[in-house]
């Protein structure tokens, strides 16, 4: 038998024809391998979410509802499932506590679809813009086996993590760009307000001017003459590059290139590798199959190389392989290389789930020092930066200054 129909279709949508040839989809079933996971034989399994179409997974737009208040929500939860409290009444209550009015309409629908007789995951199931197939996958598990309050724990504790790593990488570009902004203003309005009225004087005395004055003269004059232009060309090419990741044809090549990136590359690396580890150790750990774990990582992941080597992966599970073999017959050149021995431990011992969920945890500490170091090494960059561009401005306007009082004493 063939893959089902909608993970075809899926790989259709989202990888090119020349990569899809490649792949061992004719080789790959339904059956599942039988390969156990870290869960005793009678865990139930979960059948993989429904398929988002692919206009949402390619343009997957802001939904409206903050990171933060999924994760608020998935612990209050975590707490009110290990008391008497229902489902209905605690999506009630979460309801009228939430400051999020989108969020708000979602809580309010999952509870009345859930009075008319839907489980829980079905209800979140409906607005995968907010609760993907790793989340509903794992609140699945936790209905059927009885330990939904374990399931929001799991979550909760991930969310967590992510939440805290989202904050380090945020707060490491805040320092540059915010820098890189000033000082971007401040040349701008000396160009624009301050070199223009001194033109006139330096030409009146016949000052032969610098070609730095020069240069800030010259756009000045641009600015002035056809600044709209300049600022919606800006703005223009701002939305072209946050759209090039969206679509297919473009997205491949730009996660490729970002994986070559000197240094940053290496950070990339490790934040994939740790987003791997941890979604797929998670759902083993809830007692999802390893084929249905890895098509699940594969619908939520987003980077074009790591889904090509998740089909690999899924294809080596199906044919009765183990993850380290395929590691190991394969150069997943993008992932650590650390990776293929703790897989092949975590197999051999039964603790695959731990290790992966240990290896994320030691990923993202990788993570979190390179950016530390960004943030260190970036400082004086930035002062060397800050301090070329104020003595670009400062040579600018002193030196015909200077030109200036010269000619006047001759």
């Given at each position: ?169 945020q707060g490491a570009m805040i320092y540059p760009v915010i820098v890189l902004i000033a000082v971007g203003g401040v040349g701008t309005g ?13 030409s009146g005395f016949g000052v032969q001017l610098p070609w730095t004055t020069k240069l800030l003269i010259a756009f000045a004059h641009l ?114 290389k650390i990776m293929t021995k703790m897989i092949a431990i975590g197999e051999k011992t039964g603790n695959l789930s731990d290790t992966l ?54």
């Open positions: 038998m063939k893959l089902p129909a909608w993970l075809i279709s899926f790989l259709a949508s989202n990888l090119p024809f020349d990569i899809l040839a490649k792949l061992p989809i004719n080789q790959l079933s339904e059956k599942s391998d039988n390969k156990p996971s870290d869960k005793p034989a009678d865990q139930p399994s979960v059948k993989p979410a429904k398929q988002q179409s692919k206009l949402s997974f390619q343009l997957p737009f802001f939904s409206g509802v903050r990171f933060i208040d999924k994760l608020l929500f998935t612990k209050h939860l975590s707490m009110m499932t290990k008391s008497d409290t229902t489902i209905n009444e605690a999506l009630i209550i979460l309801a009228s506590l939430t400051e999020s009015r989108p969020f708000r309409k979602i809580i309010l629908k999952m509870s009345e679809d859930i009075k008319n007789g839907k489980s829980l995951s079905d209800a979140m199931s409906k607005h995968p813009q907010v609760f993907d197939a790793f989340y509903t996958n794992i609140i699945a598990v936790g209905e059927t086996s009885g330990t939904l309050d374990q399931s929001f724990s799991y979550l909760s504790k991930q969310l967590a993590k992510e939440y805290s790593f989202r904050k380090i990488v000396v160009s624009i307000f301050v070199l223009p009225k001194l033109l006139d004087l330096f600015m002035q003459n056809d600044g709209f232009i300049v600022i919606n060309g800006i703005i223009a090419l701002v939305i072209v590059l946050r759209a090039l990741p969206k679509f297919r044809l473009t997205k491949r090549y730009i996660d490729r290139f970002f994986f070559e990136i000197p240094y940053f590359g290496k950070i990339v690396e490790n934040t994939q590798a740790t987003i791997f580890c941890r979604n797929l150790g998670t759902l083993l750990k809830s007692g999802i199959p390893i084929n249905s774990a890895l098509v699940i990582t594969l619908k939520i992941t987003t980077n074009y190389v790591i889904q090509f080597y998740i089909i690999y992966l899924l294809g080596a599970t199906e044919k009765g392989k183990s993850l380290s073999e395929e590691f190991n017959s394969h150069n997943f050149k993008h992932f650590p969920l240990y290896l994320s945890d030691f990923f993202e500490e990788e993570v979190n020092d390179q950016v530390r170091n960004i943030s260190t090494l970036l400082e004086p960059i930035m002062l060397l930066i800050i301090g070329g561009l104020v003595a670009f401005i400062a040579l600018a306007i002193i030196s015909p200054l200077y030109q200036l009082t010269g000619s006047v004493g001759n």
